[in-house]
């Protein structure tokens, strides 16, 4: 079987391995834990099963490095290739690269990074849902 299956007219979906749905609960409180180590985690592990998903995108290695030198890139990056995992497949993302402005509005209120998290890591979870992920 290939990577791409091709559906006709339209984009190819992505045929790779699926996701994990990670709670994001469980994330918000392992990054306290950890003292926000967990967070350059979660980076790497979502960002490498988008590339095996779909073959394209930053990959789990290139994320981190961005995410230990140039962290604020990622609060837009992520949510952008999250929502072309949904474009990939004709739907509306309810994320986007400007989703990303909530960490911005961290320095302003502090709940600003928690929405960015609650947002992403949600439509995350619930595209991985979609193509038959379990959790």
Request: glycine share 14%; charged share 10%; net charge positive.
């Amino acid at each position: 079987m290939t990577q791409w299956q091709q559906p006709g007219p339209f984009a190819p979906v992505p045929s790779g391995p699926v996701g994990k749905v990670r709670s994001t609960g469980s994330c918000i409180l392992l990054s306290i834990v950890t003292l926000g180590i967990y967070p350059l985690v979660w980076y790497y592990q979502t960002h490498e099963e988008m590339k095996r998903h779909t073959g394209e995108g930053l990959g789990g290695g290139l994320a981190l490095v961005i995410a230990l030198f140039f962290g604020i890139v990622l609060s837009f990056l992520t949510p952008g290739e999250v929502a072309r995992l949904y474009e990939r497949r004709g739907q509306q993302a309810p994320v986007s690269a400007v989703t990303g402005l909530w960490t911005l509005l961290g320095a302003i209120i502090v709940i600003g990074p928690i929405v960015w998290f609650v947002k992403t890591n949600g439509a995350l979870n619930a595209y991985w849902r979609s193509v038959g992920a379990r959790g």
